[in-house]
């Protein structure tokens, strides 16, 4: 790109405050799963009856639960599931749904309605009862989990895509291209996507916040993330029974699933200022 | 009509382009807007022919097929005597270096996310695999023949203005050294001043390289500073056509002399005896018989609504189709 569309840019990186905030937010999570992947202050794993419920101390920075495990390093181990998996399920999502998405746009007629039915008809269940149907179906685990979010996916980015790719094929460029002999397929590539790029992704980034949360109510209620791995969720489930009697446990990985959620909430928003000022103006 | 001794560059036979509207409900059956109702004429190697009409009287979906973007209900379209009506989008793409098209918003024509270079080699790209260095030359070469220099082709649209838009849009036409530019509209969305020189750009080239434009609009002034021909359209039809000074001092069409009446003149400020045209495009969504513009022609008779009047001679190259061409001529 050019220097003066990049100066622009980063200039409107900068002012988008929520981009920035998010993006602060986002990046800290990210570091905290990254370092968790080779260091851990404690461990997350290792059952100790000795060191149950102890308060924060230099060893133990937010204290133990009620297997001695230590609190932080699990929030960082589960910062780092639930990345995995909702990278794992945005891309389902990504790569069928932007696919289908742009099919229909450019083929229309019965291949449009067959996919946009097909689309409806997975949109009238809500999300968390899919998710909820499909490991019940295919049992309760990781994978599973992953998979049906990722299949949760699927619509809201062939929707999209569809919707905002039409737009597109009315563009006179596109008329333009047809004239000088391109195919719908080439036009696809090197029309359609890179003018739909930009809101893909402020998409991508919601439903990551979405699937984020959706893992973490899965493995709450037991479908989702299988022990002895850490994740959000299971730590929340965990700590619910001792609500009365240690209630920080339970406030903890709240606090992580709140700052995942609403961090990338607001990159997501930022991310739309910052590539498509006209689509902020509207708002 | 004479015909032609040499191939026409573009000829067009009884074109037929009807739209189907959404069914209204279940038991009724859909409607259709006749946007074209058989159009004929013929474009000779180097010559500028306008069309003229207002919104609505079916001058882009002509565009649209002649550049064979759309299905042709029936007719025939020849370039170069090559048949395009019925080719499937593969089979027409080598022709298609052939006949290239301008278009009305030099805005909306441009994609903004790639560079000029990218947009004007686009036509050249489609036609097959190129080398960069004879990409290269090819995009140099057209820029320049519009007034644009060779750095220009590492920018994007946005930094340039409507008028420099419009002869990048004009570059990308002339890549493929075709025979026939379609324009629609292609001066209506900028500014006097620009639109003059958008103009003179296009005779320029039209000198330098022979090429025949095929040139859509509703601005009269301009298609007679342009054009050799020029066809009238109403509702589909072709009403009128003629050499453009032909038709120009003498309307053979009562259409025609009131469209040359609303042109704004500079001079006398006295008062012109002129005809003014009442109400909006009629007719669209239904077929009749009679005259296509009975309802609101000022000449209108009993033999208008029943009798359609056929495409006849008026003079040289000159034919209007109108019971009444001859009493028209008289008067003026």
Redesign the interface.
């Known amino acids: 790109m050019n220097s003066s569309t990049s100066l622009s840019f980063l200039a409107r990186c900068r002012r988008s405050r929520s981009f920035m905030v998010g993006g602060v937010m986002t990046g800290f999570l990210l570091v905290c799963a990254a370092v968790s992947l080779f260091w851990t202050p404690g461990s997350a794993y290792d059952i100790s009856i000795a060191n149950r419920f102890l308060p924060p101390s230099s060893t133990h920075w937010l204290g133990t639960d009620q297997f001695g495990r230590d609190i932080v390093s699990m929030l960082m181990t589960g910062t780092q599931n639930s990345i995995a998996v909702a990278v794992v399920a945005v891309s389902i999502g990504l790569a069928v749904g932007v696919s289908l998405g742009l099919l229909a746009a450019a083929r229309r007629g019965w291949t449009e309605e067959l996919i946009m039915r097909f689309s409806d008809f997975s949109f009238a269940f809500p999300a968390i009862l899919s998710a909820i149907m499909i490991t019940a179906i295919l049992g309760p685990g990781g994978v599973n989990s992953i998979l049906a979010i990722g299949l949760y996916n699927i619509p809201v980015f062939a929707r999209l895509v569809r919707g905002t790719a039409n737009a597109i094929w009315t563009r006179e460029f596109v008329m333009a291209a047809r004239a000088s002999g391109k195919d719908r397929f080439r036009i696809t590539f090197e029309h359609i996507m890179p003018n739909i790029l930009s809101i893909i992704i402020v998409q991508a980034t919601i439903l990551f916040a979405i699937a984020i949360l959706a893992e973490a109510a899965l493995s709450y209620l037991g479908l989702g993330t299988q022990p002895p791995h850490p994740s959000w969720g299971r730590m929340l489930n965990e700590a619910q029974a001792l609500m009365f009697l240690d209630p920080w446990q339970a406030i903890y990985p709240g606090i992580a699933i709140a700052t995942a959620v609403f961090g990338l909430n607001l990159l997501g928003d930022g991310l739309r200022d910052v590539l498509d000022p006209r689509l902020s103006r509207k708002r | 009509m004479t015909e032609p001794t040499t191939v026409a560059v573009l000829q067009v036979r009884d074109l037929v382009r009807h739209y189907r509207l959404p069914r209204e409900s279940l038991f009724k059956s859909p409607g259709h807007v006749y946007a074209l109702n058989g159009v004929s004429f013929d474009i000779q190697k180097g010559k500028s022919f306008g069309i003229v009409g207002e919104s609505g009287c079916g001058k882009s979906t002509l565009a649209r097929n002649v550049?064979a973007?759309e299905e042709t209900d029936a007719g025939s379209v020849k370039i170069l005597g090559n048949e395009v009506v019925g080719l499937s989008?593969?089979q027409?793409?080598p022709l298609?270096r052939h006949f290239?098209?301008v278009?009305?918003?030099p805005y909306?024509?441009?994609?903004?996310?790639?560079?000029v270079g990218w947009i004007v080699a686009?036509?050249l790209?489609?036609?097959g695999p190129i080398t960069q260095e004879e990409r290269a030359r090819r995009v140099t070469e057209a820029l320049e023949s519009v007034g644009l220099k060779q750095r220009d082709a590492?920018?994007?649209p946005h930094?340039f203005s409507g008028g420099q838009r419009q002869r990048i849009?004009i570059a990308?036409a002339l890549i493929t050294h075709p025979e026939l530019i379609v324009a629609d509209e292609a001066v209506s969305a900028l500014d006097v001043s620009v639109q003059a020189q958008v103009l003179n750009l296009l005779k320029d080239l039209q000198d330098t390289f022979g090429v025949t434009f095929m040139f859509i609009s509703h601005d009269l002034a301009v298609v007679e500073y342009l054009c050799d021909e020029v066809a009238v359209m109403y509702l589909g039809e072709i009403v009128e056509k003629g050499r453009t000074e032909d038709l120009f001092s003498a309307p053979a069409h009562p259409y025609t002399r009131i469209l040359l009446d609303a042109v704004p003149k500079p001079g006398s400020g006295k008062k012109r005896d002129r005809i003014k045209l009442a109400g909006n495009v009629t007719g669209q969504t239904e077929q009749r018989s009679g005259c296509s513009f009975q309802d609101r022609c000022p000449m209108a008779r009993d033999i208008c609504k029943i009798d359609k009047p056929p495409l006849i001679n008026v003079g040289p190259d000159h034919t209007a189709a109108c019971h009444f061409s001859g009493e028209l001529r008289e008067k003026s």
């Open positions: 550049m973007l989008f593969d027409l793409r298609r290239q098209m278009f009305q918003d909306g024509s441009l994609d903004p996310h790639h560079d686009e036509p790209a489609a036609l590492h920018k994007y930094e849009a990308r």
